[in-house]
């Protein structure tokens, strides 16, 4: 017959000493828990030395999960082209003609740009990339978008450096640890890009989700110009981004924006590059500048107001 809860498991000691330890090692969880979840609010930074050496541990089997995604990938990927081959020929014959148009028209907008810009004498930058390497894991059940790059400062990655695929944007890079760094996508809710659309300059920024898709919020509000199909480019505001690449296309339109999916999609990617920051000298003053002059005095609410929660 099974013991009621209520009792006592008899006059063994040992019974009586291991239900009581298992008390205190719930008891002691419980409260180091607490205090490792204050720790991280207060201070986010605390445990950068201790995610860096988690990303160092786990960066040979994330490497080879990369390997194995983007193997699969292009099997199924080689089924699909030869199931459709005929249907696909079609579509891109069409496509090359079209192509061959807008390449001449381009052509001949390159060689005005060139004439111009050697008449006004302006000389584009040339920045080299600092690196290439493979995203070897991510976040999956938080709120907060992050990617784990199999490149750290050995290889020349600092926090701050954009981080790009061959069709776009991906993030950019926020800690980085010997060999492996973290990289916090466009889809993360606390990362906003400056963007611009690529057929007119109108401007805009983006905003993540933390649902795979992306918010378009214009900067001058009234009538909404988006369509579907709008693909949005970084303007290269801020410093931080160089212009020109490929973020977001318009799926849905609002009354103040729409609503995107990235250009380039990180569980795609095989092989990404990070990039210098695009105005160094200007980034470094604007965080000088902040420091300097600290967090601004919070104003004192009115008695009959009541304070609402962040989001």
């Not at 201070?43 to 860096?52: D, E, H, K, M, V």
């Amino acid at each position: 017959m099974a013991r009621s809860v209520g009792r006592r498991p008899g006059f063994s000691r040992r019974a009586q000493y291991g239900i009581f330890t298992g008390y205190v090692i719930a008891v002691a969880g419980v409260v180091l828990g607490a205090i490792l979840l204050i720790v991280s609010l207060v201070n986010p930074g605390a445990f950068s030395g201790l995610r860096s050496a988690a990303g160092e541990i786990a960066r040979p089997a994330g490497e080879a999960g990369a390997e194995a995604r983007a193997a699969g990938q292009s099997l199924f990927g080689a089924i699909g082209a030869y199931l459709g081959a005929g249907r696909q020929n079609a579509a891109l014959s069409r496509e090359v003609a079209a192509a061959r148009a807008n390449a001449m028209t381009m052509r001949a907008l390159e060689g005005e740009n060139r004439r111009l810009k050697a008449l006004l004498g302006i000389v584009d930058p040339v920045s080299r990339p600092v690196t290439a390497a493979r995203l070897i894991g991510s976040t999956s059940a938080s709120t907060r978008r992050f990617a784990v790059l199999s490149a750290g400062s050995v290889q020349g990655v600092r926090a701050g450096q954009p981080v790009r695929s061959a069709a776009g944007l991906i993030g950019r890079v926020i800690e980085a640890g010997a060999n492996t760094a973290r990289v916090l996508l466009v889809t993360d809710p606390e990362n906003v890009v400056p963007v611009r659309r690529a057929r007119d300059g109108l401007p805009a920024f983006i905003e993540g989700k933390s649902d795979g898709r992306i918010a378009i919020r214009l900067i001058n509000m009234g009538v909404n110009p988006l369509k579907g199909g709008d693909v949005f480019v970084t303007s290269g505001s801020g410093g931080l981004y160089p212009p020109g690449i490929p973020v977001a296309v318009v799926t849905e339109v609002l009354t103040d924006g729409g609503i995107g999916h990235l250009a380039s999609d990180p569980s795609d990617a095989d092989f990404v590059i990070v990039l210098p920051v695009f105005q160094a000298a200007a980034v470094a003053a604007l965080n000088a500048s902040q420091q300097a002059a600290g967090p601004a005095p919070e104003a004192p609410a009115p008695e009959s107001s009541t304070a609402g929660g962040a989001n």
